[in-house]
């Protein structure tokens, strides 16, 4: 579904991403870990086409298509989902209305007929129950004055209604409690399909308990350094990236 | 920043939707400005000889003053030996109702997606149409005359209400105001007059669509809207001119008279032809608006979309005469290209427990100048008085500008008066994220501003919200990134 190969990308000019490999298949969770500034969100938002990241070398096809010559909307509207690590407010437009036009643009993409607004509510309502959402908080100005909870649980009902064949989730779990952490990881999990694919960017194992991955990547200094299954992830819980660190700094 | 101004390009190059003409045979006035075309109109217009020495009176006093240099707007001057005062297609004879209006008159407005044929248009609303210096029609007349309610040109009212016109004209603003309502005094040619007797609620909105179709022609209109005590009603204007190259001049007045209770709504918007891109053309909308709260308990309140034009120069205010009055302002005022606006309120403040609210959303985008001017003055025997005001600027691209000029007077210790002021520039963040979700840059641009100007765009009468919220989105096409 995914393939990156040999990806570089560069922000004003000091590079980030320095080749990076990856393959995703239906079906599959990766997580990509890894330490501070190691390059995790920058992979995320090269994905989905971040005006700032300058991709200087390297190959990404989404669904046999170059994902690069793409516009961030196109990708969108191809399947590409990414969860904000931090969702922007914009003040005024209701997330009703918000992802009703957002909804109607991508079905217009795909040659699908706009949703009516008796359609779209009631596909709504059938999409809040996945997150626990409140219909009061998706007649408020989006993302304006919500909790860090509320922030991310709209992110994963966004996704819910959009339907996209790759999520990529951003520090999801970033400024959860346990409690929206489960409520967030249940939405995806149940979002999970044999034809869909997700990405977890992360900081912790503990995400990790919730979203079970089928893969475990480190990145470090814009490569993946080591790759393995879910136990890495909690082999890197108990010992930390230190060792990762010596490893890859002596191999230089 | 690159992409930013790329993006900018494009939104800019959007064509006015408005500017055709049409040609028709004209009955016109001489160009330029004197006595003698003073009489000329008046003659036209077959006035009494009360109005034509109003005219006079303040065509003299015209002569001795000096255009204003205040406002924060430049723009060559204006000569006003080359314009023509009176401009009307000519009509065999004149028309006693609809059916008998020229059918070309009519077809202008059906292009412009204003229909004045009663059984098409829709129950609610009640339009007067005024093309250059004249009314050529006016609906619903006979349904609101059971009510007791006028609603019709300015020239007829003049005619068949003259102790009312009397009464009332330069009432809120004299003659001698200042220069562009002294030049509208001396010249006026036509407008909207409506009564709304004691009591009564307006049912259906009331409003007048104005164009200038005919070359160097300016258009002096006056609207007068007196609402007697515990009345009701809602009164919207629009207007569009032809792309032309050289500028045409509009000068204005509305003035608003409310009784006891009595309560008027003002919406406007205004899309005359902006110039296009490099700043040729467009018109020049010198404007004077005030209402008066006379009675305890009136309100008036003013909401204006302001899109059009290539200089602004407005400020709808509101005389809190009464006690316990209430004024209101609701602007969203969008410049591009090299628009410039200046414009704001008067809020001023004589009664008791007198309440003022004033929202101003300012947005800039293209290489245009956008001002807030406004004054808050609370006289001395205005205990109590509260104003609020509210002034935001959104700014788009980087060669765009937005200034607040804000006046405070404060004569009475006890008045409470807030201002609260923000600047934002639209962000890449924001249109990022509508872009991530699958909304193109456009769109995305549209929601955002829509957003932004939805406390004003909420104060319109639902129909005219609509059409003022694609009205913004066309006015920005192309603008942001």
């Known amino acids: 579904m995914l393939t990156i190969k040999n990806l570089h990308a560069a922000v004003e000019g000091t590079p980030i991403l320095r080749g ?77 209305n918000f992802l009703r036009t957002a909804l109607n643009q991508v079905r217009e993409y795909r040659g699908q007929e706009p949703l009516d607004a008796v359609k779209f509510l009631s596909l709504m309502k059938e999409k809040m129950k996945l997150v626990e959402i409140d219909q009061k908080l998706l007649s408020r100005s989006l993302n304006e004055g919500f909790s860090g909870g509320e922030k991310k649980r709209n992110e994963i009902f966004q996704m819910a209604m959009l339907e996209p064949t790759l999520s990529i989730l951003d520090e999801t779990d970033s400024g959860l409690d346990i409690d929206a ?49 879910k136990d890495l992830a909690l082999e890197l819980e108990a010992k930390g990236y230190d060792w990762i660190k010596e490893e890859v700094d002596a191999a230089v | 920043m690159s992409k930013d101004n790329q993006i900018l390009e494009e939104f800019t190059s959007k064509d006015y939707e408005h500017g055709w003409s049409v040609n028709y045979e004209a009955d016109e006035a001489p160009l ?32 001795a003053m000096e255009e204003p240099k205040w406002a924060n707007v430049t723009y060559p001057k204006v000569d006003f030996q080359k314009l023509r005062y009176y401009s009307a297609p000519k009509q065999t004879k004149k028309p006693k109702s609809l059916d008998e209006i020229d059918p070309e008159l009519l077809a202008i407005y059906e292009r412009l997606g204003i229909s004045l044929n009663e059984q098409k248009r829709l129950q609610g609303i009640a339009v007067d149409a005024v093309l250059d210096s004249v009314s050529v029609a006016t609906t619903f007349k006979g349904t609101l005359a059971k009510l007791g309610i006028v609603f019709c040109s300015f020239s007829e009212a003049v005619k068949e209400h003259p102790e009312l016109v009397k009464k009332y004209l330069g009432s809120v603003v004299p003659m001698t105001d200042n220069y562009y309502a002294a030049l509208n005094s001396a010249v006026f040619s036509d407008g909207s007059f409506c009564y709304i007797p004691k009591g009564v609620r307006c049912p259906m909105e009331l409003s007048t669509y104005f164009r200038i179709n005919a070359a160097n022609t300016g258009q002096f209109e006056r609207t007068l809207i007196v609402a007697e005590d515990e009345s009701y009603v809602s009164y919207l204007e629009g207007c569009t001119a032809p792309q032309r190259d050289e500028n045409q001049l509009h000068a204005a007045v509305v003035e608003i008279y409310a ?45 204006q979309v302001e899109t059009g034009s290539a200089v602004t120069w407005k400020y709808p205010s509101c005389i809190l005469k009464g006690d316990n009055s209430i004024g209101e302002f609701y602007s969203v005022a969008v410049t591009n290209n090299m628009q410039q ?59 765009c500008g937005a200034h607040t000029f804000p006046y405070i007077d404060i004569q009475n210790p006890s008045a409470k008066v807030e201002h609260e002021a923000t600047t934002s520039k639209i962000g890449e963040d924001q249109i990022f994220y509508c872009n991530q979700r699958g909304i193109s840059t456009e769109d995305a641009v549209a929601l955002i501003v829509n957003g932004y100007a939805k406390e004003v765009l909420n104060q319109l009468p639902m129909e005219f919200a609509v059409e003022a919220q694609k009205l913004l989105a066309l006015t920005l096409e192309g603008s942001v990134g």
């Open chain 2, 259 to 303: 009784g006891a209770h009595a309560e008027v709504k003002y919406s406007t918007v205004q899309n005359w032809f902006p110039g296009d891109k490099d700043g040729k053309g467009g018109i020049y909308n010198f404007v004077t608006k005030r209402g008066i709260c006379a009675g305890d308990h009136s309100k008036i309140s003013w909401t």
């Open chain 1, 181 to 229: 952490l489960r409520i967030v990881s249940n939405g995806v999990n149940q979002l999970k399909s044999p034809d869909t694919a997700t990405i977890v960017v992360t900081h912790y194992q503990r995400l990790l308990e919730y979203i079970v991955p089928d893969f475990v990547h480190v990145l470090y200094k814009g490569q993946i350094v080591k790759s393995g299954t």
């Open chain 2, 341 to 399: 606006a200046d414009t704001g309120t008067k809020m001023i403040h004589i009664g008791k427990n007198t309440k003022s609210r004033i929202v101003s959303k300012g947005i800039s985008a293209g290489k245009s100048q956008n001002s807030y001017r406004g004054q808050v003055q609370v006289m001395k025997r205005a205990s109590n008085a509260r104003n609020f005001s509210q002034c935001d600027s959104l700014l788009m691209g980087d060669r």
């Open chain 2, 32 to 63: 330029g400005l004197n006595e003698e075309i003073i009489r000329w109109i008046s003659a036209k217009k077959e006035e009494p000889q009360w109005l034509l020495d109003w005219r006079l009176k303040a065509f003299r006093a015209w002569e």
């Open chain 1, 20 to 96: 990076i490999n990856l393959e995703v298949k239906p079906g599959e969770v990766h997580a990509i870990m890894g330490p501070n500034g190691s390059g995790k969100s920058t992979l995320a938002s090269v994905l989905a086409g971040r005006e700032e990241y300058e991709v200087t070398e390297g190959e990404v096809t989404f669904k046999g298509k170059d994902l690069l010559d793409l516009t961030p909307e196109d990708r969108a509207r191809e399947g590409v989902f990414l969860a904000f690590q931090y969702p922007v407010e914009i003040p005024g437009v209701s997330s009703t």
